[in-house]
């Protein structure tokens, strides 16, 4: 498996366990995600975007990653053109890390959408600001290593069938959700959290490092 991690715009903390989902891998990074790379020590081998944010007073091995300049006015977006540039080197599994927050929502629900059809054409996606996660859920059953008393969504983008969550405060068996039902937010962790789905698209979010209320 060729991981890579894609550095994008959107916000991002530091965490042990972000730490270990990065190592080892390849990074590229989507215009200001640069700024990433210096909060995670790292050094990516390509700089993706049309380079109209670029964080300030990088250092000098940051500002020499080779890049690939894009006009401004273009037809997708910089995280998208990082993301491609990855599987033209032969990624199978994708980290994309900043993919929540930051300024645009728009953009934010476009990597949502982008990892469920990167998901769909068999290449493994993380999505994380750090504090939250996201993976895409499709046919079949999943398990997953969050603690007891994680907090933890599906968010469906489609109707949901055969929707099975065990390992949960509250567990469903064999449900069916309709698009837009919140019967699936906001559920926790207890044991090991399985989610089995029938048909439909869905998305796992969880937060594994709760930030502190505001």
Do not use: C
Request: proline residues 5%; charged residues 20%; without cysteine.
């Amino acid at each position: 498996m060729s991981t890579f991690t894609i550095l994008l715009g959107g916000d991002l903390i530091r965490t042990p366990r972000l730490d270990r989902q990065v190592e080892g891998s390849r990074v590229i990074a989507a215009d200001a995600g640069i700024g990433h790379a210096r909060l995670l020590g790292l050094v990516p081998e390509l700089w993706v975007g049309d380079f109209d944010s670029v964080p300030a007073n990088l250092p000098d091995d940051l500002a020499s990653v080779p890049r690939r300049t894009f006009p401004a006015e273009k037809d997708q977006t910089d995280g998208e053109l990082a993301i491609a540039a990855a599987l033209e080197r032969g990624a199978t599994s994708l980290v994309l890390a900043g993919a929540f927050g930051g300024k645009r929502a728009d953009h934010a629900f476009l990597h949502l959408a982008l990892a469920l059809r990167l998901a769909e054409a068999g290449t493994e996606v993380l999505l994380t600001s750090g504090a939250q996660e996201g993976v895409p859920l499709l046919h079949g059953t999943a398990g997953f290593d969050y603690a007891d008393g994680t907090l933890f969504s599906v968010l469906g983008f489609s109707e949901l069938a055969g929707l099975t969550v065990s390992g949960a405060k509250w567990p469903l068996n064999n449900v069916e959700v309709a698009f837009g039902s919140s019967l699936t937010i906001s559920n926790e962790v207890k044991g090991r959290l399985e989610i089995a789905l029938g048909h439909g698209r869905a998305m796992l979010l969880a937060h594994p490092y709760p930030l502190p209320e505001s």
